[in-house]
């Protein structure tokens, strides 16, 4: 991968990528009883699920989503690919497969030229096709600050969809890219990551989760998310809802060295402690939990719970499919006296 | 020097800051300015990985962070009375080529066991070892073990005295590896190396 960083996409943009995500308790309270219950659907916002789930008869039930984020690279063709691969993620949370997309769009003209629109678009469309689904229209606006993510709708078996908040308790939990992208975002931004840090950053951030979601289809996946802006913890702390206390592992977390790096420096975006903040009441750690934990990701990895025997198997497949920092983080305990522990 | 760093979006602030810290002198105070936990956070984080001083102190609705460059002075872990920091660091069973290079570094040793401040620890490498395992009743271990009496902590290295095969003969002190001969030769605030 080559960038072009001509564009400079993110040096017009407040926050970078995720990291611009409003926090979750402000979105907890904004939405809490604003929607009715409905019969066809399955999943709705209360839950905080990755996306939505409609049935629409016994055997075929539509999984809808939508996302968009700033610019995190200053490449359009890439920064395309990656709001594009973040937005699809949430269909592959839910273990299922995609039919089509909808691009949306907030164009900064002032900065910009109308030939760098196309070449997100290429990127994006190029996301989609990957995981055998097709582009069909989508809306653009005139915005101050550039946005791009798309309107996704896939297709799953209303009971045979992977749910964010039904770990079981003596499961391990795997995790299928590092962290750190909120970190990096936020130091390409500032112009002080190598091209070759940049690079590595945005393949990690370009991958789609969907191969992963294949690959771990048949096995007994007792829940499924993918880690975008609330973190690691804040996304982890979803998935033990009530019920669990999730076991996270700190040292056996993958982080890339480059993020490490830039955190030593400061550059962790405001997303990032907003997390933490959210986070911490909820959490027992003897130590101090490293920054990185709660950083802000966009288009992270799956965070996946599923019994011990089959991960084994599950983490050699994963990295043959480019998954190359899969490991297990940690474990599913019964409830404890917080929903997350770090040791 | 003070850089007001209010109402700037992460990472601006520590840009500034970096910028500011660059400019200044060894032994030079900044003083930030900032109004947000993300930037109070990530100012503090900078200033304390680049080896600043850090403070803070609330400022009605903002906080100052202060910023001390480099260290005000220089921490030397103290040694026991008696003896200087110093680390005697030998490489070799002589001083120099020889019969004459042998009783050079018996005769040094005896010299050094004469001093009234010694240093605090002699630690032995490579050829070193074959003092610290010379034979029971030689010059040199009974230098040695005056010195060691008195409180000189002596190291061999262990790879060497494999290396000699000559572990099972060590009459003096205790075997050292790398990672703790490194550490005490950073540590130490003179190394005379032999």
Known sequence: MILNNQAKLTKYVKAAGCAAKLGPEDLTNTLSGLYAPHPNVLVGS????????????????????????????DDPFVYGQIAAANSLS?????????????????????????????EILEGGRDKVLECGGVVTGGHTIETPEMYYGLSVTGMVHPKRFWRNNT????????????????????????????????????????????????????????????????????????MAA???????????????????????????????????SHVERFLTCKDDV??????????????????EKEVRQSIAVLQDLGYVHTCIIGEVLAREATPLRVV | MQIDCRNLECPQPVLETKKALESLPEDAVLEVLVN?????????????????????????????????????????????????????????DKVGEGELGGMLMVGFLKTVLEQKALPSRIICVNKGVL????????????????????????????????????????????????????????????????
């Open chain 2, 36 to 92: 947000s936990v993300a930037s109070r956070e990530n100012v503090m984080r900078f200033g304390k990985n680049s080896g600043c001083e850090v403070r803070e102190s609330v400022q009605g609705d903002a906080t100052l962070i202060t910023l001390v460059k480099g260290y005000g002075c220089d921490i030397v872990p103290s040694a026991p009375s008696g003896f200087l920091n110093k680390t005697l660091f030998i490489k070799d």
């Open chain 1, 242 to 276: 009530d019920k669990v206390t999730l076991c996270i592992a700190q040292g056996a977390v993958p982080v890339l060295k480059s993020a490490k790096t830039y955190a030593d420096m400061g550059i962790i975006p405001a997303g990032s402690y907003a997390n933490k």
């Open chain 2, 131 to 194: 003092l610290t395992t010379a034979p029971e009743g030689s010059d040199v271990i009974a230098v040695l073990k005056a010195l060691a009496d008195k409180g000189v902590e002596i190291y061999s290295c262990g790879v060497c005295l494999e290396f000699y095969k000559v572990q099972d003969a060590l009459k003096v002190g205790v075997i050292g590896n790398a990672y703790s001969t490194i550490e005490m030769l950073l540590n130490a605030q003179d190394v005379i190396s032999l």
């Open chain 1, 90 to 118: 949430d269909v592959f949370a839910m273990g299922a497969e995609v039919l089509s997309a909808l691009n949306l769009v907030g164009f900064d003209g002032c900065h910009h030229p109308r030939a760098l629109l196309r």
């Open chain 1, 46 to 73: 209360e839950g905080s699920e990755d996306a939505s789930v409609y049935a629409l008869n016994e055997t075929q039930a539509l999984v809808q989503t939508v996302d968009f984020i700033t610019p995190v690279v």
């Open chain 1, 167 to 238: 770990p079981r308790v003596g499961d391990v939990l795997l995790l299928t890219k590092p962290l750190g992208m909120g970190i990096l975002s936020t130091a390409i931004k500032a112009d002080l990551l190598s091209d070759a840090e940049a690079c590595e950053a945005a393949q990690i951030m370009a991958q789609l989760n969907v191969h992963a979601m294949r690959a771990l289809r048949p096995l007994a996946v007792s829940a499924c998310t993918d880690v975008t802006g609330f973190g690691l913890l804040g996304h982890g702390l979803e």
């Open chain 1, 290 to 307: 490293d920054i990185t934990l709660f950083d802000a990701q966009t288009s992270g990895g799956l965070l996946v719970a599923l019994p």
